[in-house]
């Protein structure tokens, strides 16, 4: 049976994250992914982490401090358990234009994660969906940026099929690169609009029966229920969890 995880920026909008670790872990996950506020106070986190049973195997960093303080981002991680380190974004001003700009942003991506390789973490990118749309020479970021054979990739399944992908034919591609998977649902056209479209794993259109036995077979073994803006955290947690364990 797979054990699950739970990016902890799905609950933002909620209780304090004492409160959001207790329910995690009281509905049957047993992993949670970081990202920015849970590492402001690491003794917070590492006593709740501690209390509730739950691990944190992999986490969100910037790009900006993987690439500037990758000491920081170590400490981070070796405080909290983490071993799987993920850059997750880059803001629209800061995005390449042509192929030429995402080839040379893949081998700064690279770089910027081969200290954090050296000292024994796994390191990957998280895609949204503006890595699989097509540059105007054709090109897709997302194959520019794996290129790079040392980076990982954290794919986001939801955001692919936002974009016109179809998912199967990534985990294709790059199943032997995929380090972590997120699981999150997308509604069909016009529903869910005060979640921003989003569904709750398996109450939305993705084929996650397929995919996620896919992923399984490519090798990966994490899996993180996600979803970018719940009405309500313990529904979305509870039902992306009894969906997925049904599988």
Known sequence: MTDFSYQLYSS????????TFGMLAALGYAHVEGYGPVYEDLDAT??????????MPSGHFAMD??????????????????????????????????AAGWTA?????????????DAGFQFG???????????PTGELPIDLILANESVGFEF???????AGQ??????????????AA???????????????????????????????????????????????KPADDNRFASRALAYMTSL
Not at 125 to 135: Q, S
Not at 185 to 208: I, V
């Open 12 to 19: 933002r909008d909620f209780g304090p994250m004492p409160e």
């Open 46 to 55: 590492k006593k709740a982490l501690d209390e509730t049973g739950l691990t």
């Open 65 to 98: 401090l993987v690439e500037n303080n990758p000491d920081r981002v170590i400490e981070i991680a070796k405080a909290l358990g983490i071993r799987k380190i993920i850059v997750p974004y880059l803001m629209p001003a800061d995005r390449p234009t042509d």
């Open 105 to 117: 942003f893949g081998k700064r991506l690279a770089t910027a994660g081969k200290p954090l390789q």
């Open 125 to 135: 990118w998280h895609n949204h969906d503006f890595e699989f749309i097509a540059l």
């Open 156 to 162: 986001d399944v939801a955001w692919a099929a936002v």
């Open 166 to 179: 179809d998912p199967a034919d990534v985990i294709a591609q790059y199943g032997d690169r995929i380090i």
């Open 182 to 228: 997120h699981v999150k649902d997308r509604a069909p056209a016009g529903q869910n609009a005060n979640e921003d479209g989003w569904a709750d794993a398996g109450h939305g259109t993705l084929d996650w029966p397929g995919h996620f036995s896919a992923l399984k077979a490519a090798g990966c073994d994490l899996f993180i229920m996600e979803h970018d």
